[in-house]
């Protein structure tokens, strides 16, 4: 058996802790993973994506009601094959053993990077297939097993997930567990040797708690409000566009989405216009049109409605992008139009909560210096965004604030770069993956030192204490 549960009903706790005690046998009886193992799980989740591809596009596209094509395969299949490729290509390089200047004469120093055993993740449902095969990624490349549970909000991906990789790999190896939080609850709770976890900063706190109890490491993987700051050195047509292709792409469901723009007040006017035309050319109309993606469940499409009509109320103005004016109130197909909102301010859900939507606030500034301080009197975010020209306010950018990213005139750019960490700070997350910061996450860097004949370190210990000692100490002791 090698998918527990189903997206319906509960995995009985007893079955989790079982399945999870066979993986970790397996691991202890089949010592750490080889190079050859490590690849060849790699390959098998490459050929599981790139073989199923159309399936996978058309499970999620059903989840979602309607997501692009494209999006799906870039995102999620492009997106994944790269992080398992780039695992593979580094991974013998990688796993060297890291040699180190001994400081006692003979001794051999040195950390070696082992697998940790089994890991927990826990993925959402905004991107279903990058967010389990890119922490998957290192994970296998680390030498690892692990135990995937998917969003209950995505069934029909998550299902077809774990059908596929029963298929292509041992129920020991990797596998999957299907269900709802609460399945989460049970799951966050198991004595894993690491935990991931993609999702929520609120749900991120039940995870931890729950992973005290076994004492399991984790990585979190959180949201939480992106700022873009726009300088008055900025080509302002080159920041709309960049800006606002990230923020309708998977309708701004994104953890990386800019959230909120801090813009020079006499900007406002060309920024909005510019929005209204190139949000207009990219998506001509928006109900029936395949390459505009759906808002994934009702309870966030009225959630977002609630935002804007809470700073409808609260006295902004919404500027909706809907070039053909449809009617865009039908919950089934659950398409909401790129809105701009001006004037928005603090009281205002838009500017309290993630957005995680097509919604644009713009809070507008007269120095730059209160847009670095309105970025830090909110919560660490897991990217900044800063466009313009003036090196000056970009250090201020870069060494006042604290992000897990910063990019410079674009957004979302560094998800593309293996080799940076991937990764969040303070409420945006904890811990990082892509590339080797990925692989040394999911494994213990173990410190190894193999003592010399002499045995110096060893010697200076042992009493009686004599001469020998009182010199050492003496040039210990000096302070240069
Ligand atoms: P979520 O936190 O509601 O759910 C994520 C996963 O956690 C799901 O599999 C869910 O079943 C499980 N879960 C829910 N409650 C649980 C509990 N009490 N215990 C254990 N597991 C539980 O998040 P979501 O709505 O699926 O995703 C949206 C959030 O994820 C946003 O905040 C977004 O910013 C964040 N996100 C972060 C990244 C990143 O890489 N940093 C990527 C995508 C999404």
New binding site residues.
Partial sequence: MSILGNNGAAVAPEQLAAALARMKQAHLAEGPASLELRRDRLDRAIALLLDNREAIVAAVSADFGNRSREQTLLSDIAGSVASLKHCREHLSEWMRPELHPAPFPGCEARVDYQPLGVVGV??????PIV?AFGPLASILAAGNRAML?????TPRTSALIAELIARHFDETELTTVLG??EV??Q??AQPFDHLI?????A?AK??MR?AADNLVPVTL????KSPVIVSRSADLATAVQRVLTVKTFNAGQI?LAPDYVLLPEESLADFVAEAVRFVGAMYPTLRSNPDYTSIINPRNFDRLQGYLADAHDKGARLVEINPAEEDLSDREIRKIAPTLVLDASAEMQVLRE?I?GPLLPIKTYRDFSAAIDYVNSQPRP?AAYYFGEDAGERQQVLERTTSGAVVVNDTMTHVLFEELPFG?VGH??MGAYHGIYGFRTFSHAKAVVVQSPIGESNLAMRAPYGEMIHGLLEHLLTAC
């Fill in positions: 826990i993925s959402p449902w905004n991107f967010l549970k998917p969003s209950e909000l709802s939080a989460g609850a799951f966050s976890f993609t999702g929520g900063t749900v039940h995870i729950a993987e959180l949201g939480g953890c993630e995680f897991l969040g945006s997350g």
